[in-house]
């Protein structure tokens, strides 16, 4: 994948169900930046943030030949990833979507007995 800016990046991202992987030196290339030093991965970072996506590993890696899994928040694929990532956190909104309840509303009215 190749992208001119940040937001045919998002885009790209979008039409991959809210998934995509790619290397640090794609994303230092949306940023014009020769080098991947501190302040570059955090306007990266920034960016992203601003797009509505985040990534794991948080924080970016510093390599440029290093992977980065880039997701989009409430999609199907973004919501797989956050419940891996913070299963804690997410056990309730997966018992939700599995069960297909939009609202605590339904479920308490999907409720047994």
């Known amino acids: 994948m190749n992208f001119s800016d940040y937001d045919s990046f998002a885009k790209e991202v979008d039409v991959f169900s809210g998934l995509s992987v790619v290397q640090m030196k794609q994303l230092r290339s949306l940023s014009g930046k020769k080098k991947l030093g ?4 955090k306007d990266i970072a ?3 943030r601003q797009r509505m996506l985040r990534f794991h590993p948080d924080p970016l890696p510093e390599g440029p ?5 880039i997701y989009r928040e409430k999609t199907d694929g973004g919501n797989m990833v ?3 990532l913070h299963p804690q956190v997410s056990s309730v909104a997966l018992v939700a ?4 309840w939009k609202t605590i509303k339904d479920a308490k009215t999907s409720r047994p007995g």
């Open 97 to 100: 979507y599995v069960s297909g």
């Open 46 to 48: 920034d960016q992203l």
């Open 82 to 84: 956050a419940w891996i």
């Open 65 to 69: 030949d290093d992977y980065v899994l």
């Open 38 to 41: 501190s302040d570059v991965r």
